[in-house]
């Protein structure tokens, strides 16, 4: 079959994070690693914090996971400065400067963590004759635009849509409606391939798209099967030759 397109995800489908580039430390007795040391070590000198490590850290991953749930109930994305502005509330930081400062830390700091696998750029070239297309949930679409220009992603896509500057979140249809109202494109007539079984093999699957899964470890039954489940993305290439 020729597609239309081809949809990719972005992060853990064409870009990775390798944690080990993050800060080592401990929480609740275990090690994690974590940006939010640095954000704390800031935040010591700039805004006189006087809550222990632990309790920071603590309010950083409370913030997170009230954010996490109004998204999945609501559908919409918040931009990573809200959660950072909840976050300097929670701690009770007059300067309402710190929340920007925050985001900017952590951005920096999983910037640094990204990675382009080998051969994922390959893939992309050989698949030139298809428009390709970004669809990512990520909550700060300069940093994720950063990362497609610095590891030379850019150039081979046609559109980039990010939840950050769409409004609405994966698996929500409002998502896969704003891509396909700007392009143009037949949901069924494209491919979509994405490694996340919710936000991305059910979400484009309900939207109608034909979905490659990426995954070569999860037991999940996704509700809608995808077409093809596939471990590596340079499987791709094969599947379409």
């Not at 992603?153 to 990010?162: E, G, K, T």
């Not at 391939?193 to 991305?200: E, K, R, S, T």
């Amino acid at each position: 079959m020729k597609y239309q397109a081809i949809v990719f995800d972005l992060f853990n489908t064409l870009l990775h994070f390798d944690d080990r580039c993050l800060p080592l430390t401990e929480y609740q007795g275990k090690f994690i690693r974590t940006s939010m040391v640095e954000l704390y070590r800031q935040g010591q000198s700039r805004w006189n914090l006087d809550c222990s490590w632990q309790d920071f850290l603590e309010a950083f991953f409370e913030v997170s996971h009230q954010l996490r749930e109004i998204k999945v109930a609501q559908g919409r994305e918040y931009p990573s400065q809200r959660r950072f502005e909840m976050l300097r509330q929670h701690l009770g930081i007059e300067d309402e400067s710190a929340s920007q400062l925050m985001v900017e830390l952590h951005m920096e700091q999983m910037f640094r963590s990204m990675y382009l696998p080998d051969g994922n750029l390959e893939v992309l070239e050989t698949l030139g004759q298809y428009p390709k297309v970004l669809a990512s949930n990520f909550d700060h679409a300069p940093t994720a635009r950063r990362a497609l220009k610095a590891f030379g992603l850019d150039r081979h896509l046609d559109s980039v849509f990010i939840s950050d500057e769409v409004g609405w979140i994966k698996p929500w249809p409002q998502f896969f409606q704003a891509i396909l109202r700007q392009t143009g494109l037949e949901a069924a007539q494209c491919l979509y391939v994405g490694d996340d079984p919710q936000a991305d093999c059910e979400g484009a699957g309900r939207a109608g798209f034909q979905v490659i899964w990426l995954n070569s470890t999860s037991t999940y039954q996704p509700s809608v099967p995808p077409k093809k489940r596939i471990s590596r993305l340079a499987e791709l290439k094969d599947l379409l030759e």
